[in-house]
């Protein structure tokens, strides 16, 4: 998944406050944010490098470190003491802790096949990326449907307003990511658009994918705390 991460970590704001939203928007996608560091450390190298080139379905990716499910034990052990201690609450530690198994849980549905540990142990995982890749596309978007008609709903309960315009905002990058791997699903932007084969230093994938989770996790950090509360009488 990629947008769909996101939206867990609005729930688990929603639901407790005291953890910071950029905390849960971070803790919501660590496995992927871990991902690039260990590509750049040369741990887990990502193809193909040239960004107009990549499609869910030809990119190769072995997440051993990031991903896979006895390091995921040691991640979820980190953010739960950060957590913790961070903002003196077992509760957000619990709940960051939760956001990490649950990458992991939405990535079995939808996403790379991941390992116990390492591609030579037992996979986990549908890997509909490559085995069914629109089918996996369907799946983050009927999960991000149900938990952002969750989230509204919620807020809607506690009085929280939003203009219309702010609602947009929010959907809208969900809209975003679902249509951006759709696009990219099976035919890569050179083929779209016939872009020749060059490299000028910025095309390269890791860059690009870096760039847009954090751009995605920014503009949510920045949009979703706009709403007001109903005036008690």
């Known amino acids: 998944m990629l947008a769909g991460h996101y939206s867990t970590a609005l729930i688990a704001h929603q639901k407790f406050p005291k953890g910071s939203l950029l905390y849960f928007l971070i803790v919501s996608q660590l496995q992927d944010f871990l991902w690039f560091i260990f590509h750049y450390l040369g741990l887990e190298s990502t193809m193909p490098d040239d960004v107009f080139g990549a499609t869910l379905i030809n990119m190769s990716v072995d997440m051993v470190y990031s991903h896979d499910l006895l390091p995921l034990l040691f991640w979820i052990s980190a953010i739960f003491l950060i957590g913790k201690i961070g903002f003196k609450s077992t509760k957000v530690g619990l709940i960051g802790a939760a956001l990490i198994l649950g990458h992991f849980l939405l990535d079995f549905f939808s996403g790379h096949p991941h390992h116990l540990f390492g591609a030579d142990t037992h996979t986990i995982g549908l890997g509909l990326y490559a085995s069914n890749v629109y089918l996996a596309i369907g799946i983050e978007a009927v999960f991000i449907t149900i938990s952002l008609w969750y989230f509204f709903r919620e807020e809607a309960k506690k009085g929280i307003q939003r203009t219309t315009k702010n609602k947009a905002s929010i959907i809208g990058l969900f809209v975003f990511g679902v249509s951006f791997i759709l696009f990219i699903a099976t035919v890569s932007f050179r083929e779209w658009f016939s872009i020749p084969e060059f490299n000028l230093g910025f095309n390269t994938n890791m ?27």
Do not use: A, Q, R
């Open 207 to 233: 860059p690009t994918l870096i760039l847009t989770y954090i751009g995605m996790m920014l503009y949510l950090n920045y949009f979703v705390p706009k709403f007001k509360l109903d005036k008690k009488p």
